[in-house]
C-alpha cells in the first residue's frame, strides 16, 4: 500500500474528507502524515482524531526556505512517503523540492483550471459571475495552480447562490473528487504524457 502524506495550513475538511475514505476503506492507502505549518490550524485536531502522525514546520522556525523544506523532505523521507497530497497548504513548494516528489505532489483547487487561480478562487469565481465553475486535482509543478489535471468536476452557479451556498457546493465536491483523483494516482492509474492525464481505471 502507498504511504501518503497530506499537507495543510487549515481546516482541514479534505483531511478529514481523505481520511474518512481511508477508515472506510473505499481509499487503500496508508495515510501515514499530516505536514501542517500553521500551529492554529483546525486540521492538527483532525489528526489527533484520527490517530495519524503530524509534523508541525513552521516556516519562522527557519533562516531560509530551502532549510524549512529540507527539515519536511527529512520527514516524509522518515515514513518513506510515496505521494504528497496538498489540501490547502497555502504556501509555493521550492523547485528542489518539486523536483525530489515531481509527479508525485497532487493538490486540490477549488475552481475549473486554468480560470481562476490563487488563494480565492471561489470568491473570485462568484464575483465573476461565471454559471459553471467546479473543482481541479492537478499535478504540482512550478508554477502556482498549473500542473496536469488530473480530474475536474463541475459546479453549476444557481441564481439563488450567495458565496456561502456556492462554497459549501465546491467543497462538497472537493471532498467527493479528491479520495477518487488520489486512488487513481496512488494505484496508478494513470498515464501521463505531456500536460495530459489519460485515466485508465477507477
Ligand atoms: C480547499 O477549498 C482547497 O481547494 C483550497 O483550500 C481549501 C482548504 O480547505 N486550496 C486552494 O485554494 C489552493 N489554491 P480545507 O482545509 O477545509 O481542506
Request: proline fraction near 3%; charge should be positive.
Given at each position: 500500500?502507498?504511504?501518503?502524506?497530506?499537507?495543510?495550513?487549515?481546516?482541514?475538511?479534505?483531511?478529514?474528507?481523505?481520511?474518512?475514505?481511508?477508515?472506510?476503506?473505499?481509499?487503500?492507502?496508508?495515510?501515514?502524515?499530516?505536514?501542517?505549518?500553521?500551529?492554529?490550524?483546525?486540521?492538527l485536531?483532525?489528526?489527533?482524531?484520527?490517530?495519524?502522525?503530524?509534523?508541525?514546520?513552521?516556516r519562522?522556525?527557519?533562516?531560509?526556505?530551502?532549510?524549512?523544506?529540507?527539515?519536511?523532505?527529512?520527514?516524509?523521507?522518515?515514513?518513506?512517503?510515496?505521494?504528497?497530497?496538498?489540501?490547502?497548504?497555502?504556501?509555493?513548494?521550492?523547485?528542489?523540492?518539486?523536483?525530489?516528489?515531481?509527479?508525485?505532489?497532487?493538490?486540490?483547487?477549488?475552481?475549473?483550471?486554468?480560470?481562476?487561480?490563487?488563494?480565492?478562487?471561489?470568491?473570485?469565481?462568484?464575483?465573476?459571475?461565471?454559471?459553471?465553475?467546479?473543482?481541479?486535482?492537478?499535478?504540482?509543478?512550478?508554477?502556482?495552480?498549473?500542473?496536469?489535471?488530473?480530474?475536474?468536476?463541475?459546479?453549476k452557479?444557481?441564481?439563488?447562490?450567495?458565496?456561502?451556498?456556492?462554497?459549501?457546493?465546491?467543497?462538497?465536491?472537493e471532498h467527493?473528487?479528491?479520495?477518487?483523483?488520489?486512488?487513481?494516482?496512488?494505484?496508478?492509474?494513470?498515464?501521463?504524457?505531456?500536460?495530459?492525464v489519460?485515466?485508465?481505471g477507477?
Amino acid at each position: 500500500m502507498k504511504n501518503i502524506a497530506i499537507f495543510a495550513s487549515g481546516k482541514g475538511t479534505n483531511f478529514n474528507a481523505i481520511a474518512q475514505a481511508v477508515k472506510r476503506g473505499s481509499l487503500k492507502v496508508n495515510l501515514a502524515l499530516l505536514v501542517c505549518d500553521n500551529p492554529q490550524a483546525p486540521v492538527l485536531s483532525k489528526a489527533k482524531e484520527f490517530k495519524i502522525k503530524i509534523a508541525l514546520v513552521k516556516r519562522g522556525d527557519f533562516a531560509c526556505k530551502e532549510d524549512f523544506e529540507k527539515e519536511i523532505i527529512n520527514s516524509l523521507k522518515e515514513e518513506k512517503i510515496d505521494l504528497i497530497v496538498m489540501a490547502g497548504f497555502m504556501r509555493l513548494l521550492g523547485p528542489d523540492f518539486v523536483q525530489a516528489y515531481r509527479n508525485r505532489i497532487i493538490n486540490i483547487h477549488p475552481a475549473l483550471l486554468p480560470s481562476f487561480k490563487g488563494a480565492h478562487a471561489i470568491k473570485d469565481a462568484f464575483a465573476y459571475g461565471v454559471k459553471i465553475t467546479g473543482v481541479t486535482v492537478h499535478f504540482v509543478d512550478e508554477h502556482i495552480d498549473h500542473g496536469a489535471i488530473i480530474l475536474q468536476k463541475e459546479v453549476k452557479v444557481k441564481e439563488t447562490d450567495t458565496l456561502d451556498s456556492l462554497e459549501a457546493r465546491i467543497h462538497r465536491a472537493e471532498h467527493l473528487l479528491y479520495p477518487e483523483a488520489i486512488k487513481v494516482v496512488a494505484l496508478g492509474r494513470f498515464r501521463l504524457k505531456g500536460r495530459r492525464v489519460r485515466i485508465t481505471g477507477r
